[in-house]
């Protein structure tokens, strides 16, 4: 059973360009989390995504970010316009069960993250 | 949210068991104790978690205390790869507030010592 996987695993962008990350859950996982960290710092909420369905997007700056999580494909992180401040490593997670069942118990899974550099 | 108080940083000899306690004395009833670490440029690796009691895996065991303030992850045979940064999180239960129920905060980096 292949884990989280995503793609690039480095992405180079000029200030002002268009970043696309890609997450592909786990088998079997219809909830997506998306989590940034900064150098030398800890990894911060962004969004979390059941299919078609953005729950909780508190940790998403309001502007120039978007999530998707399509019924067909991977859940796509999109940061359009991009600064130097968004240099990051991008991680995603993915569980088969979310934080609203009553089965609540299972773990998230993490991807080895896309690192995004704006030059 | 209930928050962890873990130390900074901790050596182990290669070897030996690796004791990582968490603090976490404001933790709920129906909130889960769970144990991550981040080996450098990957990304978090699930480790263990547990309610109230006890638990063991292939990669570690918990033991939570009896009034579950606080927990400590045992690493048996500590080896050289589990040097990493190992965060410590109570996940925020059903209608607790957080959608996601992890938030991480600075962890513990573990250094395995040859």
């Known amino acids: 059973n292949a884990g989280v996987m995503q793609n690039p695993r480095h992405l180079v962008r000029r200030r002002g360009q268009e970043a696309r990350l890609r997450c592909s859950p786990m088998k079997g996982h219809s909830h997506v989390y998306w989590y940034r960290q900064l150098p030398e710092e800890g990894l911060k909420f962004m969004v979390y995504l059941q299919k078609e369905n953005i729950i909780d997007e508190s940790g998403m700056p309001k502007e120039r970010f978007s999530a998707e999580f399509p019924k067909e494909g991977p859940s796509i992180l999109r940061i359009q316009q991009v600064v130097r401040g968004d240099s990051a490593a991008y991680f995603c997670?993915?569980?088969?069960?979310?934080?609203?069942?009553?089965?609540?118990?299972?773990?998230?899974?993490f991807g080895n993250g896309t690192r995004l550099t704006v030059t | 949210d209930a928050k962890t108080t873990q130390p900074t940083s901790m050596d182990c000899a290669e070897g030996r068991a690796a004791n990582l306690p968490c603090n976490h004395s404001?933790?709920?009833?129906?909130?889960?104790v769970y144990w991550y670490r981040q080996i450098h440029s990957q990304g978090p690796q699930y480790i263990i978690h547990?309610?109230?009691n006890n638990e063991t895996n292939e990669m570690a065991s918990l033991i939570i205390t009896e009034d579950r303030k606080s927990s400590t992850l045992i690493l048996p045979h500590a080896t050289l790869r589990d040097t990493a940064v190992y965060y410590c999180?109570?996940?925020?239960?059903?209608?607790?507030?957080?959608?996601?129920?992890?938030?991480f905060g600075k962890g513990t980096h573990l250094i395995i010592q040859p």
């Open positions: 547990g309610l109230k």
């Open positions: 404001t933790i709920s009833g129906n909130e889960y």
């Open positions: 999180i109570v996940r925020v239960a059903l209608g607790g507030g957080g959608a996601d129920g992890l938030t």
């Open positions: 997670a993915s569980s088969p069960t979310g934080p609203y069942t009553s089965s609540y118990n299972s773990p998230l899974h």
